[in-house]
């Protein structure tokens, strides 16, 4: 499940239109309404700001969309623990906002699935063009 789908089902899950959710994010409807659509990724301060209109942790967004750290898919013997948090490692080694510390469990299944997401859009817009 992508996250517009995620997104969208928790919302109606919550009796939420998305006037009332993009109220709440403080983004607009019709942005909204491209993210639950697919056609556009949200900024990771944008998911944030949705997971806290919906009262739910960043996470609960990617919901089958990301390796869950305690799956058997992330396991060290079936992925490599350098390869799983390869992505992971990267993005908090350049973090710009002064903080050092490590990212939390629920920061790293966001950026997982964040790259995730963001690789399959990469790989359609190139099958796109190759058309």
Not at 18 to 23: I, R
Not at 93 to 110: N, P, Q, S, V
Request: glycine content about 6%; charged content about 30%.
């Amino acid at each position: 499940m992508d996250i517009g789908t995620q997104i969208k089902e928790l919302r109606k899950a919550k009796k939420m239109t998305q006037v009332e959710l993009s109220a709440h994010a403080e983004i607009s409807r019709s942005y909204l309404a491209d993210v639950e659509a697919g056609r556009y990724n949200p900024s990771l301060e944008t998911l944030s700001k949705l997971a806290q209109a919906l009262s739910v942790e960043v996470s609960a967004l990617f919901k089958g969309n990301a390796v869950q750290p305690d799956s058997p898919a992330a396991s060290p013997e079936n992925t490599g623990s350098a390869t799983r948090d390869n992505g992971v490692r990267t993005v908090a080694a350049h973090k710009t906002d002064g903080y050092e510390d490590e990212l939390t469990e629920d920061e790293k299944i966001a950026v997982r699935a964040f790259l995730e997401t963001y690789r399959k859009q990469k790989q359609m817009v190139k099958e796109k063009k190759g058309d």
